[in-house]
C-alpha cells in the first residue's frame, strides 16, 4: 500500500488506516454495530476480535493506527496488540477530550462526555501514554468546537505545545459538526512563539458531507497533514442502508466496479490527493478486507460527477448522525 508523508509532521503513514471506535466499546452509532459483534460483549473476546482486525489490517499493508480515550477499552486493546505482534513501521495516533463513561452498558444514557480542561488533558494524557507508550505519534484533541472552549485555552495549548517539544509527538486535532470548516480555520491561527500549533487534522469527509473540503485542502497545501474518518458515514454509505434515496446509484457503481458500496465510498475520499489518510472503521475483518478494495477502485468523471451530486446540507447531515443509535 502507498506510504506518504502527513503534511510537514514527519510521520510516515499509509493511504488507508485503521480506526478502533467501533472495536474498542460494545456500543457504537454505526448501522448494524450489534450485528458486527455478534452481540458478544466479552471483554476478553472483545480484545480478540479487536487483534484480528489489527492484524489484518497490518496484513493488507496498512500502517496507520487511530484510537481515542473515549472507545472503551480501545487504547488498552491496541497497546496489548502492539506489545504482543510488534509491528514494525507504523504510526499511531490517539486522542484525548471526550471520557468514556458507559461504564460497558449497550443502552447507557450516556456514552462519553466532553472536557477540553488542561486537568482532563494531564490526566488523559497519561493514561494514553500508559497503554500506548512511546508509540504515541500524534495526540489530538477530541472533536475541538467553537463551544467547547479549546481554541481559546492558552493554558491547554501551551500544554500542548511543551507536550510537543518534551516528547517529540506531533498535535492535531479531530472535527466534528455542521461547523468543522470554521473550527479548522480558527484553529490554524492558533501559533505558540510563531509556530503553528497544530499539525494535523482529523475530519468528517464523505460522499454525503463535503462541507469542509476548501479548508481541508487550505490546511493540506499549509504543511497539515489530514486524515479523513467516517468515509463511509457511520455504515450509511454501505449495503447496510437500504432505505435512503442515493442507495440505488451507489449499488450501480459497485456493481460496475465489481466493489462493495464501502469501496466506491472510500474510493472517492481516495480520489482527494490533500487526503493523506482515509481511516477504516471496520469492526470485522470481513468489512475491513471489503474496504481496502478502495485501493484498486479508479473512478472515472462521471463516477465522480454523480458522488458529489449525492452531498447534502451539511445540517441535515449531522442531523441524520444525531439520530443513529447506539447499537
Do not use: C
Amino acid at each position: 500500500m502507498e506510504l506518504r508523508d502527513l503534511g510537514k509532521t514527519g510521520i510516515k503513514v499509509s493511504r488507508l488506516g485503521i480506526g478502533t471506535a467501533a472495536l474498542g466499546r460494545p456500543a457504537y452509532i454505526n448501522l448494524g454495530h450489534a450485528e458486527d459483534l455478534q452481540r458478544n460483549y466479552n471483554q476478553a473476546e472483545m480484545e480478540a476480535r479487536t487483534h484480528q482486525v489489527l492484524e489484518a489490517a497490518y496484513a493488507a499493508g496498512i500502517r496507520y493506527f487511530d484510537t481515542a480515550r473515549s472507545y472503551g477499552l480501545g487504547e488498552q486493546f491496541m497497546g496489548n496488540w502492539l506489545k504482543t505482534f510488534n509491528p514494525k513501521e507504523i504510526s499511531v495516533g490517539s486522542k484525548w477530550g471526550y471520557y468514556y463513561v458507559a461504564d460497558w452498558e449497550i443502552e447507557a444514557e450516556v456514552h462519553e462526555v466532553k472536557d477540553h480542561s488542561l486537568g482532563r488533558f494531564q490526566q488523559q494524557w497519561l493514561e494514553s501514554e500508559q497503554h500506548l507508550g512511546s508509540h504515541i505519534d500524534l495526540y489530538q484533541v477530541h472533536s475541538a468546537t467553537l463551544d467547547s472552549g479549546i481554541l481559546t485555552n492558552s493554558a491547554v495549548h501551551q500544554a500542548l505545545q511543551e507536550l510537543k517539544e518534551q516528547k517529540g509527538i506531533r498535535i492535531g486535532l479531530s472535527l466534528s459538526g455542521a461547523q468543522q470548516a470554521e473550527v479548522l480555520e480558527e484553529a490554524m491561527n492558533i501559533s505558540i512563539d510563531g509556530q503553528r500549533l497544530f499539525d494535523a487534522v482529523q475530519a468528517t469527509y464523505n460522499v454525503l458531507e463535503t462541507s469542509a473540503e476548501r479548508m481541508l485542502q487550505t490546511a493540506h497545501e499549509a504543511g497539515m497533514g489530514v486524515i479523513i474518518k467516517e468515509a463511509v458515514a457511520n455504515g450509511r454509505l454501505t449495503s447496510r442502508n437500504q432505505e435512503e434515496p442515493f442507495v440505488s446509484d451507489l449499488k450501480q457503481m459497485a456493481w460496475k466496479h465489481q466493489v462493495g458500496m464501502d469501496a466506491i465510498a472510500l474510493a472517492f475520499v481516495l480520489h482527494q490527493d490533500w487526503a493523506d489518510v482515509v481511516l477504516s472503521g471496520a469492526s470485522t475483518v470481513a468489512h475491513l478486507e471489503s474496504n481496502v478494495w478502495a485501493n484498486s477502485v479508479r473512478l472515472d468523471q462521471e463516477d465522480m460527477d454523480l458522488l458529489r451530486a449525492m452531498a447534502m446540507v451539511s445540517e441535515d447531515y449531522w442531523g441524520k448522525r444525531k439520530s443513529l443509535s447506539w447499537n
